[in-house]
């Protein structure tokens, strides 16, 4: 995103393979406009996508390792280098030569190889691996949650969601502002009203002070634990009452024998339970009548020290009871039978219990490679366990949702991953076995298209509510599916993939993405450089002006701020972390701002103290100085000279009312 001022004759990107990959990304970088050279042992058998080969400016046939093809397709002429042919040795050899011709150039690489990939970012410089899987994987495993998560990523080791919400009747949003509704937690990305499709990101389209009716959609951007921040006492309480609801049922004396009953019958499978079950009502009963006798039989003893000298009996502490007490407490000859009985009882209890526990940490061995039994209901059905498939099975295990995979004879099973239940065998007839009337969803991820549509046809059939993700290659087909059946959610892997490269090729750091309606919104990281076009602007203009939403912001030094202010101006050193769409990091990285159309009038100042106070509330949301707000305050009535963005005037606005100051919107008038 950095315009390099010093080396304009930086002004190429280079595509190393034009496999599906390679000519999704050469589509991404001309919508960014620029200047697209390319390289591959042969030509295309097909395009993939129409006009590609119009994108490209020069296009040479040969091998990427060699220097004289790069130097032939303008390598230190570039500003970015992709390499994403399908072998990684390739790949690997082809940054080293470009490095060594263009010490500037970035270098983005396609790599599976995780350590690899870090060696050399530390010994290349400006470089990036990226899976081309695994950002692909995280889309899709979100489209399979289901239409309410739509997006979950981490930042700093703080894990946020996006979630897509309808107000029902009667709820507590129902009839306020939206904008009341934003807090340092949560952010509002989209409002759409109840008759309005949700089909693109349209961050700040909406009315920040429209008055939220039942059926409205909310898209947020929020916290995802941010209801266990709640200190360690009240967890303990909260823990003691949950405790309290779930015996107190129990002391009826009707629902107690039910439990009982209910607890014997589901201990038939293992005999050895029921065995631990009745000696330990017997120690228990033991314990209670062994207090008893101590306290009859000597008087002087506490209640408390009878239970106590009970309970060393059961220990096997017979001996030394009856030794240490004979001459001091003398007692009958059947108290110290009983005593007796007591420690040869405890020691049989106390014998069951060391079996019970060897037999489970030898049998625990086992459980570790033991796969789990099929989820009963609400699971996702993974259809086809390949590179994509095992990706987003890591994903959906990360987050611990139930699921169930399915390969079939030629597959071998994922052994990374050993708990996770599979099904095995032809495709069509495992969905019989998955227990699919009851899933939430299915993802088809084979490698064959049509085996994915016809997996997703009959997954309808045996459930017609299930949520269904199919994944593609062809854009065509994509693209055409998506028409014929719009509630399937189609998924282009090598598209998505494809804008995670674009946007790094500019020096973007593309920490995640998620699919919003039928765009991809990357979430991207930038650190502001002296050029940079983001330099020296309020977040709000940012905000506003590129139609991205910033959800991070660091100054050096300091602790990094979660859906920070927009009054802040960004600076040389600064971080930021946005949500953007292609689109608006294009319009970043070719410094196309959004014109302002829009200003405040204000009638009048009651105060001294509300002047000083509206002085300050406008230099601070416009970003003018202190001694020109001043003087705008000083002639009044009047409308503020500077036209800001709308979003701001109405924010503007709202602070002057809490002074008491009455103002209104008023637009450029247009010739």
Not at 40 to 54: A, V
């Amino acid at each position: 995103m950095t315009v390099k001022n010093s080396q304009p004759n930086l002004d190429r990107f280079l595509v190393c393979g034009l496999g599906s990959l390679g000519q999704h990304c050469v589509a991404a970088l001309g919508e960014f406009g620029v200047v697209v050279n390319a390289i591959d042992l042969q030509l295309p058998s097909r395009w993939l996508l129409p006009h590609t080969e119009n994108l490209i400016t020069s296009l040479l046939l040969g091998d990427l390792r060699q220097p004289g093809i790069l130097e032939a397709a303008e390598i230190r002429r570039c500003r970015a280098i992709l390499l994403v042919t399908n072998d990684e040795t390739v790949n690997v050899i082809g940054a080293f030569a470009a490095r060594r011709l263009n010490s500037q150039v970035r270098i983005l690489m396609r790599s599976t190889k995780h350590n690899l990939n870090e060696l050399l970012k530390r010994q290349l410089g400006n470089f990036a691996a990226f899976e081309a899987n695994q950002l692909p994987a995280h889309a899709i495993a979100l489209a399979a949650l289901g239409e309410e998560k739509l997006g979950f990523f981490q930042i700093d080791g703080q894990m946020l969601q996006v979630v897509k919400y309808s107000l029902p009747e009667n709820h507590n949003w129902c009839g306020q502002p939206i904008y009341q509704r934003q807090s340092h937690h949560r952010l509002v990305l989209c409002h759409f009203k109840h008759d309005k499709t949700v089909n693109e990101a349209n961050f700040y389209g909406w009315e920040e002070e429209a008055i939220a009716t039942p059926g409205d959609v909310i898209i947020r951007l929020e916290i995802a634990n941010t209801r266990n921040h709640s200190g360690s006492q009240e967890s303990f309480w909260e823990g003691i009452k949950e405790f309290w609801l779930r015996i107190k049922p129990l002391l009826k004396l009707a629902n107690l024998r039910h439990w009982c009953v209910r607890l014997w019958r589901s201990t038939a499978e293992r005999p050895i339970h029921r065995v631990i079950i009745v000696a330990g009502v017997t120690v228990f009963c033991l314990l209670i009548l062994g207090t008893l006798l101590m306290s009859i039989t000597h008087p002087e003893f506490t209640w408390e020290a009878a239970f106590y000298n009970t309970i060393i009996f059961l220990l096997g502490g017979f001996g030394d009871q009856i030794g240490g007490w004979q001459a001091k407490f003398p007692q009958p000859w059947w108290l110290n039978l009983f005593g007796l009985s007591l420690t040869i009882v405890g020691t049989i209890f106390v014998g069951i219990l060391y079996a019970t526990l060897t037999d489970m940490i030898l049998s625990s061995r086992f459980e570790f490679t033991k796969r789990q039994r099929l989820p009963k209901q609400g699971h996702i059905v993974l259809v086809g366990l390949d590179s994509l498939g095992k990706s987003v099975a890591d994903v959906m295990t990360s987050w611990k949702q139930p699921m169930v995979g399915v390969i079939n004879s030629r597959q071998q099973e994922p052994l990374h991953l050993p708990q996770l239940p599979i099904v095995c065998g032809d495709w069509l007839h495992s969905l019989n076995k998955v227990r699919l009337p009851k899933a939430l969803s299915l993802v088809a991820a084979t490698e064959d298209e049509i085996t994915n549509l016809e997996i997703a046809l009959m997954a309808r059939y045996l459930n017609p509510t299930i949520n269904l993700v199919i994944q593609t290659d062809d854009p065509a087909f994509s693209g055409n599916l998506a028409e014929i059946l719009p509630e399937v959610k189609v998924m282009c892997v090598n598209a998505l993939a494809a804008e995670v490269f674009a946007g790094a090729a500019f020096g973007e750091n593309i920490l995640s993405l998620f699919r919003l309606g039928t765009q991809t919104i990357l979430v991207t990281e930038y650190a502001i450089e002296i050029n940079d076009t983001l330099n020296n602007l309020m977040l709000s203009e940012v905000a506003y002006g590129y139609g991205v939403v910033p959800i991070l912001y660091q100054k050096q030094q300091q602790n990094a701020k979660f859906f920070p202010p927009l009054e802040i101006k960004l600076g040389i050193g600064d971080r930021l972390v946005i949500l953007a769409t292609i689109h608006g990091l294009q319009r970043i990285e070719k410094a196309e701002i959004a014109s302002r159309l829009w200003t405040i009038e204000v009638e009048s100042v009651a105060s001294h103290a509300a002047m000083f106070e509206s002085r300050g509330a406008i230099a601070r949301i416009t970003g003018c100085e202190l001694q020109f707000a001043g003087e705008f305050l000083e002639d009044l009535p009047g409308v503020f000279p500077l036209l800001i963005y709308k979003q701001q005037a109405q924010h503007l606005i709202r602070e002057l009312r809490v002074m008491g100051i009455s103002a209104r919107l008023v637009r450029k008038v247009t010739s």
